[in-house]
């Protein structure tokens, strides 16, 4: 990791009034250090925990939320008793939807789709910059809407989005999406019919404005395709060879 000084001012993420919290999960102490310190210079107000269980008693849960719980949290894979992948998938399953930030030393396909199928937002392999994890993070604090909709309720054939419960059913079955999935559906939803590219997912959905080289859409993709065509149910994501994704609605179901 590269510890550079300070940060531009122009990349700080908020008003520097009103910094957000962001948790750093790492049992490296000099790491927890050198984190810290970046990311105060960064703009940030800093939260350390030393393991899984300090992190997830600082995240509370979605029935008993804790005070100035944080707004997106920095956590690394590789931690003795509950491993970061552990974490992640516990704050989900709690209905904790704050943005997490994986960091791991493993590079493979195979890790990082692990890691984001646990409910991981993003996955930063070490070592980076500095500035790198900067632009990740104010890219998934900036949490802006999908797009503007006159109806709280979409429809696309068998599918019913209900933006304002944050419910989703597939020919009235509740289908159980995390935040990020609901998100990509919800886009998907709103252009039914239309080829989207992947940067145009990642810039509605995840908000980047810098090169990425994960391939998170299509690992997400294919989680919504996993709960939207199980069993004999048709095809409704298809991929358009070097263009990106679309959702088709099924004859007659429109």
């Known amino acids: 990791m590269t510890t550079t000084p300070g940060i531009d001012d122009e990349h700080r993420p908020r008003d520097p009034g009103d910094p957000p919290r962001v948790l750093v999960v790492d049992d490296d102490p000099a790491i927890r250090r050198a984190l810290e310190r970046g990311l105060r210079l960064a703009g940030y107000h800093v939260l350390l925990a030393s ?15 804790v005070p100035r719980a944080p707004h997106a949290i920095v956590l690394d894979v590789a931690m003795p008793g509950r491993s970061g992948i552990e974490v992640c998938a516990t704050l989900r399953a709690r209905g904790i939807e704050t943005p997490v930030l994986m960091l791991s030393a493993r590079d493979e396909t195979a890790d990082r789709i692990t890691g984001l199928e646990s409910g991981a937002d993003d996955y930063l392999v070490k070592p980076f910059d500095l500035r790198e994890l900067d632009l990740r993070l104010r890219a998934l604090l900036r949490r802006r809407p999908p797009e503007a909709a006159t109806d709280s309720v979409l429809r ?43 940067d145009q997912l990642l810039a509605r959905v995840w908000g980047y404005d810098f090169e990425v080289r994960t391939d998170v859409v299509d690992t997400f993709v294919s989680y919504l395709r996993r709960k939207l065509e199980a069993g004999d149910r048709p095809r409704l994501l298809h991929t358009v060879r070097g263009v990106g994704f679309v959702l088709r609605v099924p004859d007659g179901r429109r």
């Open 51 to 65: 393991d899984g269980a300090a992190a997830l008693d600082l995240t509370g849960s979605a029935e008993r939320p």
């Open 156 to 198: 696309a054939g068998p599918l019913v989005l209900d933006r304002a419960a944050h419910l989703a059913t597939h020919d009235g079955e509740p289908v159980n999406l995390t935040g990020r999935e609901f998100a990509l559906l919800d886009v998907f939803v709103r252009n039914a019919g239309q080829v989207l590219t992947r």
